[in-house]
């Protein structure tokens, strides 16, 4: 099984910027395609994005697309969210999820390990 950590959530204003990490482990000798998630308050958790196991291809939600970049650096078991001109609808729980095949639709019910969340909030 996979360890996930995510990092780099904090306060930020709306229009800044925020990179999220989410470091991985475990004894696997695979790759999984990983998957962006957030949950907001009173609200049900949501696909961000995801990215396919060698970086290859990537989805994001529509909410999202063209301010959000998701990548990888396999040699540091890392993948990253860079958040762009953030709004205070962004506000959220964010969290990283794994799954052994990559799939455009961003659906939690394919994801099998997933990170204790990082905290995003947009505020002025």
């Known amino acids: 099984q996979l360890q996930l950590v995510e990092s780099g959530g904090g306060l930020v204003q709306p229009g800044g910027s925020l990179r999220l990490s989410c470091a991985y482990s475990g004894f696997t000798l695979d790759y999984y395609a990983i998957g962006w998630f957030r949950q907001a308050p009173g609200k049900e958790r949501e696909g961000v994005s995801c990215?396919?196991?060698?970086?290859?291809?990537?989805n994001y939600a529509d909410s999202v697309q063209g301010r959000f970049t998701i990548s990888r650096d396999n040699a540091k078991n890392t993948v990253y969210l860079q958040m762009n001109s953030l709004t205070p609808e962004d506000t959220a729980v964010y969290y990283c999820?794994?799954?052994?095949?990559?799939?455009?639709?961003?659906?939690?019910?394919?994801?099998?390990?997933w990170g204790q969340g990082t905290q995003v909030t947009v505020s002025s």
């Open positions: 999820a794994a799954t052994r095949f990559y799939s455009d639709a961003i659906d939690q019910r394919r994801y099998d390990y």
């Open positions: 990215i396919s196991r060698n970086g290859g291809r990537t």
